[in-house]
């Protein structure tokens, strides 16, 4: 989904739609259209658009920003309430459909192409299983390590050692 086109979808989840995202911006409903259109060289920002999206109860406008990126977003459930069990079951769903991915690759390639449908297909499981397989890493470290992050970042100027 195309950036624009999820804040359309987002503004369209809201209860009131327009006019209440608007109002929730502090803008009419003619200056919210003629931004998320572009109207005139009018634009919205990311603030408002991340607004928009925490009033729609979505995540929409993520989604669409990670996929233009050229990634994926992944949306974390409350890892604190998470069993052991369930990184196991995650790590287990993962490894079911990398093969279900390789069984769709393999009938996709017996021709020696892969046509648009078949990629659509295989792009929309690789997304998946990206997903699936970013979210059991989460759970896994945030179970499993005792440390909060790996990542040390550099201090201007100073290299980390």
């Not at 979505?58 to 989604?63: A, D, P, R």
């Not at 997304?127 to 005792?146: E, H, P, T, W």
Request: aromatic share 8%.
């Amino acid at each position: 989904m195309e950036i624009r086109s999820a804040i359309v979808s987002m503004v369209g989840e809201v209860r009131g739609g327009w006019t209440v995202a608007a109002a929730h911006l502090g803008m009419t409903y003619n200056a919210l259209r003629n931004r998320v259109y572009e109207t005139k060289g009018q634009t919205l920002s990311y603030y408002e658009a991340l607004a928009i999206q925490e009033l729609s109860g979505t995540t929409l406008f993520v989604e669409a920003f990670a996929a233009a990126s050229g990634g994926t977003f992944v949306k974390l459930p409350d890892i604190d309430k998470l069993e052991h069990r369930a990184v196991h079951e995650i790590f287990s769903d993962v490894i079911v459909e990398l093969g279900e991915h390789m069984k769709e690759f393999t009938v996709a390639t017996a021709d020696g192409v892969i046509d648009s449908a078949e990629r659509r297909s295989l792009e929309s499981l690789g997304a998946d299983i990206q997903r699936k397989f970013a979210l059991m890493q989460a759970c896994m470290f945030k179970m499993y390590c005792r440390e909060t992050s790996t990542i040390k970042l550099p201090v201007r100027g100073v290299a980390n050692g």
